[in-house]
């Protein structure tokens, strides 16, 4: 599931012009101190480490997102953790591959870039595109995940009546200096059409529903806007209910994205399930 849709594009303007843009130092998602590359056979994977400790994984959601949108979660986490960004292909500084993007691909490249890396089991932490990734891997890999963060996420059926189609010119209409700078990171810029087209593919024909999240075996925070426009609550707590052993956070007032929308609140709802 893509980061966010066009109504919704005042939270790409809070990260990129707003009160978090003036506190970062740190050029998440970019930062040569930190960033790696993992190739998981058809394709380059980059990642950045931040902190010491007991492995955390970060997977961000898709098309509009990058390893940046979690500049206010990384260093809180990166306090108790060593703390993993992945870029899911295509997104930022990762290659794109020849496979077709599925959320099975999705789980098994975080997958062989975390056992490059540990291992050990990990805590996961995933928003939109990557919360579904982080149950998809967690339902493929139960001994590798020992606690996951699900954020925007619900039980998602094929529904045609609402398939998505992003095209380069859209997105440049929408948001030309946003997507320009996302250009520039990638290592295969002209190749963004063909990016879209699996993203599009992604989110219209590929589905997760309950036969998924029954599988999960680990502690499971399922976190979600009470106006998420892409899952409504019904969705988010079927998904919820089916995990054996979850929890459930709403957040009041808010759409799709949590993060932007009320990080104090997504903070303290958190905290208590990652910072033991």
């Known amino acids: 599931m893509p980061m966010c849709s066009p109504r919704l594009l005042l939270f790409i303007a809070i990260l990129t012009a707003g009160p978090l843009a003036h506190t970062q130092s ?7 101190a930190t960033g790696h590359y993992f190739n998981v056979g058809d394709a380059k994977m980059y990642y950045e480490i931040y902190g010491q400790g007991q492995p955390l994984v970060m997977l ?30 295509g997104h930022g500084k ?4 020849s496979q ?3 959320y099975r691909g999705r789980a098994e490249d975080a997958y062989k870039v975390i ?14 595109e990557g919360g579904f990734t982080g149950l998809e891997l967690a339902a493929l890999h139960p001994e590798l995940v020992k606690r996951l963060v699900a954020m ?4 998602y059926p094929i529904d045609h009546s609402k398939d998505l189609h992003y095209t380069p010119e859209d997105l440049m209409k929408q948001d030309s ?4 700078g996302r250009l520039k990171l990638m290592p295969e810029p002209g190749r963004w059409r063909e990016f879209l087209n699996k993203s599009n593919d992604l989110y219209n024909n590929d589905q997760m529903g309950v036969e998924t999240f029954s599988k999960i075996k680990c502690p499971v925070l399922v976190m979600a806007g009470e106006k998420d426009s892409y899952n409504h609550l019904d969705n988010v707590l079927i998904c919820a209910r ?5 929890q459930l956070s709403i957040i009041p007032g808010c759409d799709h994205v949590i993060l932007y929308c009320n990080f104090p609140a997504v903070w303290e709802a958190m905290k208590p399930f990652v910072i033991r």
């Not at 925007?152 to 039980?155: E, M």
């Open 115 to 128: 056992r490059s890396i540990t291992t050990d089991s990990v805590t996961v932490v995933g928003f939109s």
């Open 242 to 246: 089916a995990i054996p052993d979850h």
């Open 94 to 97: 990762s290659e794109i591959g």
């Open 152 to 155: 925007g996420v619900g039980n």
């Open 60 to 89: 961000h959601g898709g098309v509009y997102g990058y390893i940046d949108e979690f500049e206010s979660l990384i260093p809180k986490l990166a306090e108790h953790y060593q703390v993993i960004c992945i870029a899911t292909r």
């Open 177 to 180: 200096a946003f997507f320009a």
């Open 100 to 102: 077709p993007f599925t």
């Open 26 to 32: 740190i050029p998440y998602g970019n930062n040569p």
